[in-house]
């Protein structure tokens, strides 16, 4: 749990990663996730989980913003929302099951993933 003397560090890091978010369309987890763990000592688990918790009201101001300038497919974010909401009750059951370790790893893996098909794509 992150004490009062890092509310401000808190506070600097959600505003910073608000931006990275709303910027690169991206819901805050991969720069969440980390910053948490490394710097303010929250477990694997908690942060992964505090990251889905934060990112609902980041993804709808983004989500607003984005829309008022035209930007959303509604046919394909109601495809995604559904198949969405299954997998991530099915993903956050699974997370209970596995070792911080193997989680880190997992959560590595698709960060490098993601970003070695961005930069190939």
Same mark, same amino acid.
Request: hydrophobic share 55%; charged share 5%; net charge positive.
């Given at each position: 749990?992150?004490?009062?003397?890092?509310?401000?560090?808190?506070?600097?890091?959600?505003?910073?990663? #608000?931006?990275?978010? #709303?910027?690169?369309?991206?819901?805050? #987890?991969?720069?969440?996730?980390?910053?948490?763990?490394?710097?303010?000592?929250?477990?694997?688990?908690?942060?992964?989980?505090?990251?889905?918790?934060?990112?609902?009201?980041?993804?709808?101001?983004?989500?607003?913003?984005?829309?008022?300038?035209?930007?959303?497919?509604?046919?394909?974010?109601?495809?995604?929302?559904? #198949?969405?909401?299954?997998?991530?009750?099915?993903?956050?059951?699974?997370?209970?099951?596995?070792?911080?370790?193997?989680?880190?790893?997992?959560?590595?893996?698709?960060?490098?993933?993601?970003?070695?098909?961005?930069?190939?794509?």
């Amino acid at each position: 749990m992150i004490n009062l003397e890092n509310n401000w560090k808190a506070l600097g890091a959600g505003l910073l990663i #608000g931006v990275l978010s #709303g910027l690169l369309g991206i819901g805050g #987890g991969v720069f969440m996730v980390p910053i948490m763990v490394s710097y303010f000592g929250v477990t694997q688990h908690i942060a992964q989980a505090t990251s889905l918790a934060v990112v609902i009201p980041t993804a709808i101001v983004s989500s607003i913003v984005y829309s008022l300038h035209g930007s959303i497919d509604y046919s394909v974010a109601l495809q995604l929302i559904l #198949g969405s909401i299954v997998g991530a009750s099915l993903g956050a059951r699974l997370m209970k099951k596995l070792p911080a370790v193997q989680l880190k790893r997992l959560f590595a893996f698709m960060l490098i993933l993601v970003g070695v098909r961005m930069v190939i794509g």
